[in-house]
């Protein structure tokens, strides 16, 4: 046998060993090579033969031969027994592991808000339900005889106490424990005499902001109502500023969010103006400064509230405010 | 308030489309809610003449009417009930369209009678709502005058929402003077306002100081009454007509129109009484006497007292002051001699009187919210040279004022840097000083950066610096407000928001649990209340006044409200729900004194934790109690607890046997029961149901504590099971106990790993296996030393629980 003999039978028995389609033809082919009386043999019989300066080549060989075909029966073993692994169970069982909760879109929204905020340096602040007329009402410069004080708009306890109609009391608990600079972000459920309807309830959730300092501005409000729009519905929402009136604030501003679905263009979600109503903002009114004992010459602010459900309902699609209070699993799950 | 803007235009040249003036409105603080457009270009539309009219043959309530349209006499059929022979109406031929396309007129058969086109109410004209009658149109109208020609071009009407605050925008005036401000343009002047006409409606004959007494004259600041003579009561021309109905207001007679025409274009509410109906032919404002009655303008007889301001007349209340006048003293065919009223009423005192009677009017509207006391004298004098122009009425003597000379301008002082720092833009001294000329207001430039305003009459919303800056920001613009980057401020001394924070590693370690949160309502029913738990209702926060029973308590646990949601969702073939919700709840303590508290309440139904494919059985309570126990220990551990105990207890809702309480250490985390069958029973839930309440700040209270490292053990443990026939009566816990006080340190934990029962076990006894882990931290244990240890922990179970020991 020549050294190119044993090369020619090593390729033939790789070959043969991964032409065996199974462990019997595997295990044939094996002792075919490597077996007692397999071709080996012959080479280890010329290995014996051969002259001394070819004697260490010869030997080479042989490993080579021996190692060579070893190797090629154990990956063709291998690949036999996971051919064989593939059909033993059906993978296209459902799998089995416990599934995870859902968060309910409000807090969500609320949690999104305070994160956002946060990232400018608001803290979160927060309040009683119940409150005080002088929190709720007074201190906020609403005139004794403004109708959102009337019984028909405002659950009242028996002891003259009311449930908060917004979050807004929050801001005069805080301003009263603590001097200026104040940056608070609060959120919480609020109470109105609403009649339920697709888009009221008696109770809802507001999220409350507010920043005093120094020559804090209406542009400072604009920028950072913007910053909370893009973060919450996109990057390319716009904010708009309409004049209005509140009590607290003055200037007062309704804003609005261009439409995050449409871009502005117009369509279903924003009734085809390209905007959407969201809620009032405003600088603080001097009257509320003094009503905490804030000096109005030395500090401005602006304040702002938004309705939680309905930012929910604007950015979710939800068509009705009581599917955010159904609790049906059927909705939550989605979120 | 509605505003035609056609009529708008009396007072302001404007040349923008109607979308862009709405616009404008919106943007300066008066949103324009509606744009409506009224009328049409009437193609097609003429003036007709019925000839005759004849009761239609087949039907009691339509008539047959030959109708002449200029060219042909025509048969049309009409069920207007106030169609005459002789009168002029609008019609539409045969082949024209309404103008809001719902109908296009063909030759009909209406009920066997051909009719060739229609006559028209106000309503099919785009008019107005009004389907009364047909709409009638004055004889001077040839037939065949093009409709057109007699209702003039279509028109736009802007629904505006006025802010409280700006009483003065209640008028064609008020809104014409911001839209000069908002365009810096002129507005035009009405004739009467700068005295031109004054002298033509007067004549000065009779001395009318004994015409007015004003009793409360805190209560009525101004009165002024002016009398007419010889008034001719008609009704209104066509255009005034038209002017009202688009604004809203119907149109009654001349002087009444008037009245109400001028109140529109001013803001001041008038009144006109017949002067012969009152008694004395004079006015008395007073305070109604107790028991006084009158019968209103609707027609309702109301009941006065002190509290109500009225206009009397020598006997008896004539009106109450800014709300409504009387029905006796009413303007009506007959009245010849007028008495116009133009006063000034405490707006408080209007709101309070308009609710007391439940009567809201534009009077009412307008004087509760402040009228200009300096432009009543106008508004009369306004109203009285259109009596004498549209009337006839000859004015008789001087007005009656009682309070003749102006009260001086209010002035506020005001710093320009001021206005920009608020506002945020860098307006020059002189661009604001500009926007305040055009809002009407005398700027007077003062030394560092000052000025001082002279505030108009009509603005009493004015009275502060602030104020002033929101009218510059509204007329600059706050689409011109620029929108910087933001300020991230830290504020030091701000404290870590634990609770915040906390509560989100709750919701995100219940996410993981597979639990979802809900969230309910903060009122609830006392039925509701009473069905988990009658004995708190001492305790419970009712809201006096609530909106429905469904919604009168505060809610004083979370329970009920899980219990029901639970149900609901079964109810839609839910199977299976794991629901939490983090909410306040509200309860009086033993001083009465309402405490809110945040709670956490966990609800399960159904088999959550069994496989997959084993989801058929019923559940067992104990299965439900196990898995709600073992949610709570991961919840425990998540939030950094360590381990939970139970102690029996009693809930009212609880099914008997299955309440008790939680507790961390020595802290009462809340209770886990399942709820009673009595009460699964009201929503149909036939499978056991698991309800866990929590106090919240328990269980956040070491959820963001710093956990410290401890070593992980070096030497390997040696694990040794025991399994034993006990008593039903041995519980876990007993056999848990034993083995830990019997063990040696070195016992590290104790797992059970086998529970059965079963005949061969023999009746009330089970038989449960543990594995107990030994591992010493200083060496690797031989077999020898964990033997040594597991006999002896046989050994007291066997002592103390007299369990048999099962020997492999």
Known sequence: MTTDDIQAVLAEAVAEVAASADPAALEAARVRYLGRNGRVQDILLALREAPPDQKREFGRLANEFKNGVQAAVDARREAIQSAASVASFDVTLPGRWPGLGTRHPV????????????????????????????????????????????????????????????????????????????????????????????????????????????????????????????????????????????????????????????????????????????????????????????????????????????????????????????????????? | MKIPLSWLTDYIDLDEPPRAIADRLTFSGTEVEGIETVGSTYEGFVVAEVRAVEKHPNADKLSVCRVFDGENELQVVCGAPNVQAGGRYPFARVGVTLPDGSLTIKKAKIRGVESFGMLCAADELGLSSDHSGLLVLDAKWAPGTPLAKVLGPPDTVFELEVTPNRPDCLSLTGIARELAAVYGIKRKALETEDGKRKTEIQTPVTDHRSLVTVEDSSACARYTARVLEQVTIGPSPEWMKQRLERAGIRSINNVVDITNYVMLETG???????????????????????????????????????????????????????????????????????????????????????????????????????????????????????????????????????????????????????????????????????????????????????????????????????????????????????????????????????????????????????????????????????????????????????????????????????????????????????????????????????????????????????AALDRRRAVTSEEIFLWAKGLLEALARGMGLGALDVKSAVAAYAEPGTAVELFAGATRLGTLALVDRRIRKEWRLTDPIAVMELDASALLARALKVRVFSDIPAFPSVARDVAMIVADAVSHDDIVRVIRAAAPPELEAVELFDIFKGPAIGAGRRSVAYSLTYRSARRTLTDDEANGYHDVVKAALRKELAAEIRES
């Open chain 1, 107 to 335: 807090t969500q929204i609320i949690d999104r808000a305070v994160e956002i905020f946060s990232q400018l340096g608001f803290v979160v602040a927060d309040g009683p339900d119940i409150e005080t007329p002088f929190h709720n009402f007074d201190a906020l410069n609403t005139p004794a005889i403004h109708p959102s004080r009337d019984p028909k708009d405002t659950f009242y306890l028996d002891d003259g106490r009311l449930l908060r109609t917004h979050t807004s009391p929050v801001q005069i608990r805080v301003m009263q424990s603590r001097p200026p600079p104040v940056r608070i972000i609060a959120p919480g459920r609020c109470y109105r005499r609403d009649t339920t309807d697709a888009t009221h309830s008696a109770n809802f959730h507001q999220v409350e902001g507010l920043y005093v300092d120094r020559k804090v501005s209406l542009a400072d409000l604009k920028g950072d109502l913007t910053y909370f729009a893009r973060q919450m519905m996109g990057p390319d929402v716009k904010i708009r500023f309409r004049p209005h009136f509140f009590p607290f604030t003055e200037p007062s501003v309704e804003y609005d969010f261009s439409c995050h679905v449409c871009g502005g263009k117009g369509c279903r979600v924003c009734k085809h103006s390209g905007w959407i109503e969201i809620s009032g903002a405003g600088m603080v009114d001097p009257n509320v400064f003094k009503a905490v004992g804030y000096d109005p010459a030395e500090v401005t602010g602006y304040a702002f509230g938004m309705g939680v459900e309905r930012i929910a309902m604007i950015l979710l699609g939800i068509p009705d405010i009581r599917m955010l209070y159904d609790n049906d699993v059927r909705f939550l799950k989605q979120f």
């Open chain 2, 268 to 610: 001041h509410p008038l009144h006109a009484f017949d002067r012969d109906l009152l008694a004395g032919g004079r006015v008395v404002v007073r305070r109604a006497r107790e028991g006084e009655r009158m019968a209103t303008l609707d027609g309702v007889e109301r009941e006065l007292d002190p509290s109500i301001l009225v206009i009397a007349d020598a006997e008896r209340p004539v009106a109450v002051a800014g709300v409504m006048g009387g029905a006796g003293s009413e303007i009506c065919e007959k009245t010849a001699r007028v008495l116009l009223e133009a006063a000034w009423f405490e707006p408080a005192l209007v709101r309070a009187t308009a609710r007391k009677l439940g009567l809201s009017t534009e009077s009412s509207y307008r004087f509760e919210r402040g009228v200009d006391i300096e432009g009543v004298e106008y508004a009369s004098r306004r109203a009285a040279q259109l009596m004498v122009e549209l009337a006839g009425a000859k004015v008789v003597g001087e007005v009656v004022d009682t309070r003749p000379a102006a009260a001086a301008p209010r002035r506020l002082s005001g710093r320009f840097q001021a206005v920009r720092d608020v506002m945020g833009v860098a307006l020059s001294d002189a661009a604001i000083a500009d926007i305040f000329k055009r809002l009407e207001i005398d700027v007077q430039v003062k030394p560092e950066g000052a000025f001082e305003a002279v505030i108009p009459s009509f603005r009493g919303d004015l009275e502060r610096e602030i104020d002033l800056v929101e009218e510059v920001a509204r007329i600059h613009g706050l689409d011109n407000v620029p929108v910087p980057h933001p300020r991230a401020v830290v504020d030091p001394t701000a404290g870590r928001e634990t609770t915040v924070r906390a509560k989100g590693r709750l919701r995100a370690a219940l996410a993981g649990l597979g639990v979802s949160e809900i969230l309910n309502y903060s009122l609830v029913s006392e039925p509701q209340l009473d069905l988990f738990d009658a004995g708190n209702k001492p305790n419970r926060v009712v809201i006096p006044r609530p909106i429905s029973a469904d919604q009168s308590v505060l809610r004083p646990s979370l329970v009920p409200q899980m219990v029901e949601t639970l149900g609901r969702n079964r109810a839609h073939q839910a199977d299976q729900a794991a629901l939490y919700e983090i909410g306040r709840t509200f309860s009086r303590d033993e001083a009465g004194a309402v405490v809110e508290t945040d709670r956490l309440c966990i609800g399960l139904m159904g088999p959550l934790g069994r």
